[in-house]
């Protein structure tokens, strides 16, 4: 049971290039979301889903944009990559009814540096 | 505004001894309160959900309890081991549409020997 999958795991990008995570869930799960956690700073929510062909903005969109072809994938995509998008970056899923009720299960984070 | 603060940031005990994590908060309207345990390099993993009419729940040793007319709930650990060394995020959920999880920054916990 694999639940939440990202890759890479971890990645370094210079100033510019681009690059795309992957996040894959074998749930079910309608909702799918994607977080950074920085140090010092609790996770904030880049963008999510509530379902196959829809996306939505959460806190900190800018630089980043996302799709969700398929139900089980949710992609997070960075078009021009800049030091400030250094992160870990997290992708999570819930059931459906939305993280307000349903229980969030993570990825094992990916590690993104940008030089 | 919404806001989640933990405390401590950071927190030492020795293994078997019993410990205590806070969280209070000032979101409005409440929905849940969480409590994420997150070893290092990984993701965080669920430890416990309250909604308001509940005001305690277990998961084997650990033990969250909220009040949420004083909007502060902690986690209590019994008989720590090595394992608990992790840090633990304290997560509320407003009622309303959208995503409207608010993250506490975490407190680490380190249990030594």
């Known amino acids: 049971n694999a639940g939440v999958t990202q890759t890479p795991k971890f990645r370094v990008l210079k100033t510019g290039q681009s690059m795309t995570l992957l996040c894959a869930q074998d749930?079910?799960?309608?909702?799918m979301y994607w977080y950074r956690q920085d140090p010092g700073m609790g996770l904030r929510l880049i963008h999510y889903?509530?379902?196959?062909?829809?996306?939505a903005k959460g806190e900190v969109p800018d630089g980043y944009n996302v799709s969700r072809l398929k139900k089980q994938n949710f992609l997070l995509g960075l078009e021009s990559a800049a030091p400030s998008q250094t992160s870990v970056y997290f992708c999570a899923s819930s059931y459906f009814g939305g993280p307000g009720t349903g229980e969030l299960f993570f990825g094992e984070g990916s590690r993104l540096t940008v030089l | 505004k919404n806001q989640v603060e933990q405390s401590p940031q950071s927190l030492i005990i020795l293994e078997g001894k019993n410990c205590t994590l806070q969280c209070n908060y000032t979101v409005s309207p409440f929905s849940n309160l969480r409590w994420y345990k997150q070893d290092t390099g990984r993701g965080p993993v669920s430890l416990t959900i309250m909604t308001f009419s509940e005001n305690t729940k277990s998961n084997g040793r650990y033990t969250a309890t909220l009040d949420a007319d004083t909007k502060q709930s902690s986690l209590h650990i019994t008989a720590s081991q090595l394992s608990d060394s992790a840090s633990y995020i304290c997560?509320?959920?407003?009622?309303?549409?959208?995503?409207?999880?608010?993250f506490g920054k975490g407190t680490t916990l380190s249990v030594s020997s």
């Open positions: 749930m079910n799960h309608e909702y």
């Open positions: 997560v509320v959920s407003a009622r309303q549409a959208g995503t409207a999880l608010i």
């Open positions: 889903s509530v379902g196959e062909g829809t996306t």
